[in-house]
T-cell receptor, first 112, second 111 residues
Framework: DGGITQSPKYLFRKEGQNVTLSCEQN?????MYWYRQDPGQGLRLIYY???????QKGDIAEGYSVSREKKESFPLTVTSAQKNPTAFYLC???????????FGSGTRLTVV | GESVGLHLPTLSVQEGDNSIINCAYS??????FIWYKQESGKGPQFIID?????DKRQGQRVTVLLNKTVKHLSLQIAATQPGDSAVYFC??????????FGSGTQLTVLP
């Protein structure tokens, strides 16, 4: 079955560490997105990529980095520069022919 | 840019009643609208969508209404069931083909 897979489901990070969240899709979608969701709030765009080897900052990119070396993969690194990284992170993808996004099941990151 | 807001952050309904969740958007050039359902700890799931050339679209127990004059979108759920309890987001797409999301309405179904 085609879909979008995020891993791990839960992730714990110590202060000062970088961590990388995985996002893989086998939908042959061109565009991929990373969102951050805080309790009781909507989705805020971190980074997006519309094509391989290209990506753009979203509204809250500071403290995050991404890469898009393969069409299927769009990993997100939460760096030590992100001061408040505890949140639920969602990855999404979209084909060029449709406007709707397909979401992964999310990664909950907690700083300990 | 686009902004999207929901009228109520929470909504409680009795099981079997109909639910109505409302959303307002700011950009009159927006041409595609989606409703997502998000259960606790999971990613949003597509429910129903509508394009700007339509006023109404129906799915299984759900109906989306679009009023372009006042830039208002609503999701109606018929005969609400306990499994409908979730956060509902509207999302709006404009010329940039990117979605802007509302903040979500938490629907609670009471027994």
């Amino acid at each position: 079955d085609g879909g979008i897979t995020q891993s791990p489901k839960y992730l714990f990070r110590k202060e000062g560490q970088n961590v990388t969240l995985s996002c893989e899709q086998n939908l042959n979608h061109d565009a991929m997105y990373w969102y951050r969701q805080d309790p009781g709030q909507g989705l805020r765009l971190i980074y997006y990529s519309q094509i391989v080897n290209d990506f753009q900052k979203g509204d809250i990119a500071e403290g995050y980095s991404v890469s898009r070396e393969k069409k299927e993969s769009f990993p997100l690194t939460v760096t030590s520069a992100q001061k408040n990284p505890t949140a639920f992170y969602l990855c999404a993808s979209k084909s060029g022919q449709t406007a709707g996004y397909t979401f992964g099941s999310g990664t909950r990151l907690t700083v300990v | 840019g686009e902004s999207v807001g929901l009228h109520l952050p929470t909504l409680s309904v009795q099981e079997g009643d109909n639910s109505i969740i409302n959303c307002a958007y700011s950009n009159s050039a927006s041409d595609y609208f989606i409703w997502y359902k998000q259960e606790s700890g999971k990613g949003p799931q597509f429910i129903i969508d509508i394009r700007s050339n339509m006023d109404k679209r129906q799915g299984q127990r759900v109906t989306v209404l679009l009023n372009k004059t006042v830039k208002h979108l609503s999701l109606q759920i018929a005969a609400t069931q306990p499994g409908d309890s979730a956060v509902y987001f509207c999302a709006v797409s404009g010329s940039a083909r990117q979605l802007t999301f509302g903040s979500g309405t938490q629907l609670t179904v009471l027994p």
